[in-house]
């Protein structure tokens, strides 16, 4: 069992991209995007400009939180588990490019406002995912010195 856990997880380093581990992204990635949905779409009418914005900004912090938590507690165990949970459910759950539309829109408005937007939701990532590896490391009892290489943040 060691020895089919050790080539599963070289093969996924390697850049070969199985169809297993393609499938756990997509449907990862297909959890994420509906969740972000459930959170998004309600709010989607608001009256107010900066709601969705504000939605936005709390998913991606609470998904750089939730990431550093996953990758924290599984390290480089459980490759699989890391492909459809970080890479897959938290990549569909977390939103780049409506955080960079927004930023752009709410900024035209509102300079000092945009501003506030990208600094918190730059430097709220940070520090959420910087919380999240502590917390993930703890649950998994591994020591907080035991710094990951930057590439294994999926």
Do not use: C, K, W
């Not at 989607?44 to 938590?69: D, K, M």
């Not at 490759?79 to 459910?89: C, D, I, S, Y």
């Amino acid at each position: 069992m060691a020895s089919a856990r050790s080539a599963s997880h070289a093969e996924i380093r390697r850049g070969a991209v199985s169809p297993a581990a393609l499938a756990l992204v997509v449907v990862g990635g297909a959890v994420g995007v509906a969740l972000r949905s459930l959170i998004v779409v309600p709010f989607a009418a608001a009256p107010h400009p900066l709601v969705v914005p504000g939605a936005t900004l709390a998913i991606n912090l609470l998904g750089s939180f939730l990431l550093g938590v996953i990758v924290g507690a599984l390290a480089d165990r459980h490759p699989r588990a890391r492909l459809f949970l970080g890479t897959g459910v938290m990549g569909g759950f977390t939103t780049y490019s409506a955080f960079a539309v927004q930023s752009v829109t709410v900024s035209s408005a509102s300079p000092y406002v945009g501003l506030a937007l990208i600094a918190v939701s730059v430097f709220g990532g940070v520090v959420a995912a910087g919380i999240g590896l502590g917390a993930g490391r703890r649950v998994a009892r591994r020591p907080d010195d035991d710094l990951d290489n930057p590439e294994d943040a999926e």
